[in-house]
């Protein structure tokens, strides 16, 4: 099993920015890390992803937030950090810290999720 845990949500006005935190433990190898989100009456939508393989590093974003959302690891590759700039109102949500199992395609439908994160952005 693994175990996420998200810090660094909050409200913010329109124009500013936050930094999510994703710390991973467990004895379950993983392969990427990343954030979901999902807003009031809409379902969980992919915001960004990571490999955690440094030889094989790859990111993954949402058309929506590619330019503003920047995700990175530390070196132990065991957290991930979002850096949100110039953060919209339609960027309110709950996110959801991800992981994919290691062997598993690390774009595919996550294998662990954290409680979450509240994200509101005001006009």
């Known amino acids: 099993q693994v175990h996420l845990v998200e810090s660094g949500g909050g409200l913010v006005q329109a124009g500013g920015s936050l930094r999510l935190s994703c710390s991973a433990s467990?004895?379950?190898?993983?392969?990427?890390l990343g954030w979901y989100r999902q807003a009031p009456g809409n379902q969980r939508e992919l915001v960004a992803k990571?490999?955690?393989?440094?030889?094989?590093?790859?990111?993954k974003y949402a058309d929506s937030v590619k330019g503003r959302f920047s995700i990175s690891t530390n070196k132990a590759e065991n957290t991930a950090f979002l850096q949100m700039d110039n953060l919209i109102p339609d960027d309110t949500g709950v996110y959801y810290c991800?992981?994919?199992?290691?062997?598993?395609?690390?774009?595919?439908?996550?294998?662990?999720w954290g409680q979450g994160t509240q994200v509101t952005v005001s006009s």
């Open positions: 467990g004895r379950v190898s993983i392969n990427a």
């Open positions: 990571i490999t955690t393989i440094r030889h094989a590093r790859r990111t």
């Open positions: 991800v992981a994919n199992r290691y062997g598993t395609n690390w774009t595919g439908d996550p294998d662990y």
